[in-house]
């Protein structure tokens, strides 16, 4: 077990019991206030890490962070502490865990550490990283079921690829945003099958996915494929994302290159990036691969993540309610085997990429990661606590995603994504 | 008529007639001399001029370019530069018009005029841009139609929304590389309609795509599409773009969400992005469209140009064919359209970005931009002049495309996009 995990840790700093982020959890991220500018840091508690507060304050001096330190701590982006490897991640991590220590009084009793810690209320969230490069995958056989069944053949819903591969397609990086950020309805061409010509207007099928990514830590070359036994140390860590869909130009545009405008409008990711090594403790075994997969997505050791995952949905006005609740556990394809999929081609990787998982359903109708699912294409509107009915999203609606691990006592959140819909402009 | 483009403009370097670089055409490219590093240029017969060394000399002392001159000519992509917007572009064309002029003797008599201009034959192009995000088009209706017939309905072979939107994809912005990188031939996941199962291996389908991209000049925000009429200005420029494919992982993968590994391996770019300005004198009206586009992509003035294209295959031994020669002009959908409609949804851009515009075939047989056309889906190989056939490439072929535009005695071309096949590692 790597020691910042140990459950028997504690804080200095006061942590309510049901916070994303113990001690043991410490992820990263990129805040802002108006004093200090965009920064990079460590979520702990209520609070944020100042990690250039501590460079600056010798805190890091007898680590080696590389020729970027301390600039990487004050960028708008994690791409250049990213940049400088996996060693220096977990250098940071570390003495950021001795550092928080109850029994260590080096912050604690240091007369700036007030300066080392801002109120997590205090400050702006940013997007963590600038992606070069998204990838949405399609893993959860729940939802490419659920979708085929409603698009393709009830009797026969998987495409014959589906269990052979982890099908994914290439996303647009420009529009991810960052949570918090308002979605605005896109226009756009649809045509209902019963229709004589497309036309033109605001989606009237806006839909969620709740999803997982991950994001890579490092570059490779070009025609160099990553083996799969090797593919999670390329990855920093993950995060929650929502892969905003409009289901009406999706549906008629996507025959035959796929998902283009129907999901290219916005995307939004959580601020937190949660590591690999922080969710050790949650490996679990993934759902057995029936047929076995080619030699190059084979794998023996567990590589899937036991994270419980909730979407709630709040109207204009009124109370939220919470409309699904799944598990990354579900998911068919684990991010090895996506990764190793996707350089198998000699695909090569930059720092800093996002890897989306696709929606991530479970095996029961409370557990479908889209409203797609969840009104069976929009034929079974939902009521919300406020008693208004849903099939898709209204102007003013907000979906909020979080996820946690929680296992010995100890909770390894992602903190939530969430955005709100506005109408068109 | 833009000033620089006067057919009766001469240069006072000698400059052979069938150049692609006349100075009526003033292409900008990054290349790189072991001594000046890299730098941004502009080609100008078998020469290039060297923008940095411009800046340094006080050339451009007169002209407001931004507070990112002189470094934003020393940089590896030319995104710094086209950042600073159109007028800057179009001052440094005009500048380097002007200093180019037989009967200008600014440049031509300076004593340090020898250090300003570099052959092109002593230095490396490079990768013009770093495209932060890559969207492939699909707007050759002969392509489609070709394409359909094969693997959709011979009688039927447009999909429904074919005439309705210009279809695209998004693509693998990692993997675009300079003209003249080797390109490996990518292993991957396939299964032939006849096999049992799938199987992984080098790719036996590997193929080129003629077509041409634009790179956009401006950053626009999340949310505001870009009006029709309006496209154009946010284009900085074009170059020639081989899309290579790996037919058989592509024919396995594709259904449901469209291409990925079996284009995710490489394309390769032209180094020479040349202006939309210069290629004002090539307008064209397009094909006509029928049913009428709606509204926000319906256009009155030609947005279409008039660029010869041409590929040769080379194999490892032996001389070069010419095996099509296409048009632009065949192109059912204009940049405007494609830009008009990749925003309209709220879609953000980047400076920077590349649009490819697809596979370019014409109407006649030998005027189709695959081998997959050419060899109706590798059913029907041709000989190659030193007497070998020709269904997929081989190790060691070598694709060269290269594009003008010609008029009153004037050749404005792109120059050539390269690469060569190497056997998977």
Redesign the interface.
Known sequence: MVAANNPALHAWIDIPATSHFPIQNLPFGVFETPERGPRVGVAIGDYVLDLYALSQRGFFDDLDLGPNEPKMFRRRSLNSFIAQGRTVWRSVRQRASELLRHDNPALRDDETMQACLVRQRDVQMLRPVKP??YTDF?SSLEHAANVGRLF?DPTNPL?P?WR??P?????????I?ASGTDI?R????R?APDAV????GPSQQLDFELEMAFITGRATE????IPIQHAEEAIFGLVLFNDWS?RD?QG???????????K???SSISPWVVTLDALEPFRVAGPVQE?EP???LRTVDPHHFDINLEVSLTPAEGPATTITRSNSRYLYWSMAQQLA??T???????VG?LYASGTISGPTPDSLGSLLELTLGGTRPFALADGTQRDFLLDGDTITMCAYAEKDGVRIGFGEVAGTVLST?
């Open positions: 070069g490069n399609y393709r495409p690829n052979h591969l099908i994914g397609y290439h996303g647009r990086a420009s529009s945003v605005r896109p226009n756009g061409q045509k010509a497309p036309s033109f070009l025609g160099h494929p409009a130009i008629w545009e996507t025959v035959p290159l796929g998902p283009f405008l129907g290219s409008f916005a047929p080619l030699l190059y999929h996707q198998s081609n000699g695909c090569n990787l930059q990429d402009l």
